[in-house]
């Protein structure tokens, strides 16, 4: 490891992590976000994070940023605030499993998890989560109110539909708190999912762990939602192969097989609307030659994930009965 900043360093196939000199003895929240050819994005949300940071009397929290070979200079940036930022390069484009080398250099206790166009509104936000997770030790992970940029909440199914603090189901990848020896204990990120559904993938692991995962709607990250790098092809192909590979692994025959169906033309339909047939036959292929280990889920467990069977539900889908 080096210090940074670094300049022009060539990618030789190896992480590359440039750490502060002297970082803080022991940050209680570690926040890391991932990077990919959006540097306006990245610089908002570092400039940001760096107001935050600059109003808190504690150096309590650590900020890591990944970039995932970038080739539109968010490297070469992020390398010239590596005197208050961990930056990590990875030397190709690995989609989420970027997050994980993020994860593993993390200190803190808790990770907040960002996305390169997401930021927490303000300081009451991170207070908030900390107090969370520092009360409830059967607390697992703490799921963010998604606004846009106008402060509007954005409503997924991911979160309560009535945006009453509780219980949740799951989180929004782009603005989460988890404990991370957690985190560590449930594997990260499924790293062969590349993007879509590897929160979902997660929380199941979560809950499956026996930790809840509770909604704050006083916890507000802004997810401006750049549409860079928003193709349409990914949203047929990664949703419907990894959808597809969560109920192989988790639910069990013939509920497997009625949501299995359900995915398909659901998938289908997606594909026919952006004209993205190829991506939807690869999804497919590859949703079905790839080994599952099978972990079937207790009735109890599938029960709390029963806006996962709506979502995934053709009948939900098409009575709007979700």
Same mark, same amino acid.
């Given at each position: 490891?080096?210090?940074?900043?670094?300049?022009?360093?060539?990618?030789?196939?190896?992480?590359?992590? =440039? $750490?502060?000199?002297?970082?803080?003895?022991?940050?209680?929240?570690?926040?890391?976000?991932?990077?990919?050819?959006?540097?306006?994005?990245?610089?908002?949300?570092?400039?940001?994070?760096?107001?935050?940071?600059?109003?808190?009397?504690?150096?309590?929290?650590?900020?890591?940023?990944?970039?995932?070979?970038?080739?539109?200079?968010?490297?070469?940036?992020?390398?010239?605030?590596? =005197?208050?930022?961990?930056?990590?390069?990875?030397?190709?484009?690995?989609?989420?499993?970027?997050?994980?080398?993020?994860?593993?250099?993390?200190?803190?206790?808790?990770?907040?998890?960002?996305?390169?166009?997401? =930021?927490?509104?303000? $300081?009451?936000?991170?207070?908030?989560?900390?107090?969370?997770?520092?009360?409830?030790?059967?607390?697992?992970?703490?799921?963010?109110?998604?606004?846009?940029?106008?402060?509007?909440?954005?409503?997924?199914?991911?979160?309560?539909?009535?945006?009453?603090?509780?219980?949740?189901?799951?989180?929004?990848?782009?603005?989460?708190?988890?404990?991370?020896?957690?985190?560590?204990?449930?594997?990260?990120?499924?790293?062969?999912?590349?993007?879509?559904?590897?929160?979902?993938?997660?929380?199941?692991?979560?809950? =499956?762990?026996?930790?809840?995962?509770?909604?704050?709607?006083?916890?507000?990250?802004?997810?401006?939602?750049?549409?860079?790098?928003?193709?349409?092809?990914?949203?047929?192909?990664?949703?419907?192969?990894?959808?597809?590979?969560?109920?192989?692994?988790?639910?069990?025959?013939?509920?497997?097989?009625?949501?299995?169906?359900?995915?398909?033309?659901?998938?289908?339909?997606?594909?026919?609307?952006?004209?993205?047939?190829?991506?939807?036959?690869?999804?497919?292929?590859?949703?079905?030659?790839?080994?599952?280990?099978?972990?079937?889920?207790?009735?109890?467990?599938?029960?709390?994930?029963?806006?996962?069977?709506?979502?995934?539900?053709?009948?939900?889908?098409?009575?709007?009965?979700?």
């Amino acid at each position: 490891m080096v210090s940074a900043p670094i300049a022009d360093t060539p990618r030789t196939g190896f992480v590359m992590v =440039h $750490n502060i000199t002297h970082p803080p003895a022991c940050p209680r929240l570690s926040i890391v976000f991932l990077n990919y050819n959006r540097l306006d994005d990245t610089r908002y949300t570092l400039t940001h994070l760096k107001q935050l940071l600059a109003a808190r009397s504690q150096a309590d929290i650590e900020v890591i940023a990944v970039d995932n070979a970038s080739s539109d200079g968010t490297a070469e940036y992020l390398r010239t605030e590596a =005197h208050w930022v961990n930056v990590i390069e990875m030397p190709d484009n690995t989609g989420i499993a970027g997050y994980n080398e993020g994860f593993k250099q993390a200190r803190g206790d808790y990770l907040l998890v960002l996305d390169d166009d997401s =930021h927490p509104v303000d $300081n009451a936000t991170l207070d908030r989560l900390l107090q969370h997770l520092d009360n409830n030790p059967k607390l697992g992970a703490v799921a963010c109110r998604i606004e846009d940029a106008q402060l509007q909440r954005v409503w997924t199914w991911h979160l309560p539909k009535n945006d009453q603090a509780g219980e949740s189901m799951a989180f929004v990848g782009c603005g989460f708190a988890i404990r991370r020896d957690l985190f560590e204990q449930v594997g990260w990120y499924p790293a062969d999912f590349f993007l879509y559904q590897n929160e979902i993938a997660v929380s199941i692991e979560v809950l =499956h762990a026996g930790y809840q995962i509770y909604y704050d709607p006083q916890c507000r990250v802004i997810h401006r939602a750049s549409p860079t790098g928003r193709a349409s092809w990914r949203r047929v192909y990664y949703p419907t192969r990894n959808t597809i590979w969560l109920i192989r692994r988790y639910f069990p025959y013939p509920v497997a097989a009625y949501l299995i169906c359900s995915r398909l033309c659901l998938g289908l339909l997606r594909a026919i609307q952006s004209l993205e047939f190829k991506w939807y036959y690869r999804a497919v292929r590859e949703a079905f030659a790839a080994p599952i280990e099978q972990q079937p889920l207790s009735p109890s467990l599938r029960k709390q994930l029963d806006t996962f069977w709506r979502q995934n539900s053709v009948w939900h889908q098409l009575t709007g009965r979700l």
